[in-house]
């Protein structure tokens, strides 16, 4: 708590300096540091600004709460994501979209595997981090649900389609993020990604347009029975062909 | 306050008194009672047990936390749904099962309708109900996933499967119930979730069976080109009739 007060008096000081990692990047460094060494409940706001050399305004100009400071980039991430859905346009695939939409938060995380593996180690050791990240990914599930909604506006079931296809989607990267994060973010992750993703575009993609149907004048189809006299074959064919 | 240690006071006599609602029922009620009247954030614990006339005692015998109250038969759901699930054979398809899962989860909606509709109103209003609701139908998820998980062990991409199956049966059910709330519990509940749940099957379901191939001794078949001579069709057929 002491070293609380010292800290405070360094925060406009810390605020304007310049040509060392921003304050943002150190605070978040010293929280982590702190929750590997002594646990996340074990780490007040006081601890990580004193570690840091930064006051506690500091701290809440940057995170509304502890809890916040786990999670430094959602809120930017969901912003950068919503921004590219709102750019759609209708020559874009809507579930393709979405997926390339998802593909923007598996690079959130692998652009550094390191820290994106101690959270995924501290998210699953402390309870009200597991919560905050629900709160997280339900903020992404809506924001896929809301694009596609508008997307599938008029269609039959349109919000069930959206709402479905946007759980999928969250479900696959997640599972496939997470399957990299146990692994110690070994491997690519961006291959398992897609192959998730490829998975739900198999399950709701729409088919390919099918290629132009042969115009019924073309072909002739018989199908017979093997045992049928060769005769009745003929007559059958003759018959088809005569329709016109 | 004064009502909080009244209310204590007759704590013992509540409980072993008998012909009248459960006391798990009078806090619930008087809960919503006053979640109604004043608002969620604005009722403490003791303003509820001092309406139901019991004790403080007997209201974390039953609720671990006023957020419990708001949602008092979902462990008891869970438990149902998870032994449900666990008692299922070889002979339930998975996906039909866990859809027979989620119609458990409506029918604790639907038998109360008034109730589950205004607890509908009540989570949308108050953040952190929002977040504990999440965290319900996590749970919810997870049982389906680890269902699915031990059905689809073995197959190529397991795991994968069950999370997004698992979610997209989340996703349709909540839909389909949150519009029958949304309506205030007007219409048929079950028709829509099983519409919803029916569009997950489509997608994910197992293609039934194939009818059993019809014996290649059985049919032949000739695709010509209309245009083709009588002649060469014939002489196709031919051929293949004496193919063996």
Request: with cysteine; hydrophobic share 40%.
């Amino acid at each position: 708590m002491s070293s609380s007060s010292a800290a405070s008096g360094r925060d406009d000081r810390d605020g304007t300096a310049g040509g060392r990692p921003p304050m943002r990047e150190a605070l978040v460094a010293a929280a982590f540091r702190l929750f590997l060494e002594r646990g996340y409940e074990q780490t007040t706001v006081d601890d990580i600004v004193a570690l840091a050399g930064v006051g506690r305004r500091s701290f809440f100009r940057y995170f509304p709460s502890k809890e916040d400071v786990v999670f430094p980039d959602h809120e930017r991430c969901l912003a950068d994501m919503t921004a590219f859905l709102a750019a759609s346009g209708e020559e874009h695939e809507p579930l393709a979209r979405v997926c390339d939409a998802a593909r923007l938060v598996m690079r959130l995380y692998t652009e550094n595997p390191a820290f994106s593996v101690q959270r995924y180690r501290l998210t699953k050791q402390v309870p009200g981090l597991r919560a905050y990240e629900l709160s997280v990914v339900w903020r992404y599930e809506r924001a896929f649900a809301e694009y596609l909604r508008g997307r599938f506006a008029g269609r039959p079931d349109g919000t069930l389609r959206a709402d479905v296809i946007a759980a999928a989607v969250v479900a696959a990267h997640n599972n496939a993020l997470r399957s990299w994060l146990r692994s110690d973010g070994e491997g690519d992750a961006s291959d398992a990604v897609d192959r998730a993703l490829g998975y739900v575009q198999s399950a709701f993609g729409e088919p390919a347009p099918a290629p132009p149907a042969e115009t019924p004048e073309d072909v002739v189809v018989v199908v017979s029975r093997r045992g049928a006299p060769l005769w009745r074959v003929v007559q059958e064919i003759e018959s088809t062909l005569a329709r016109d």
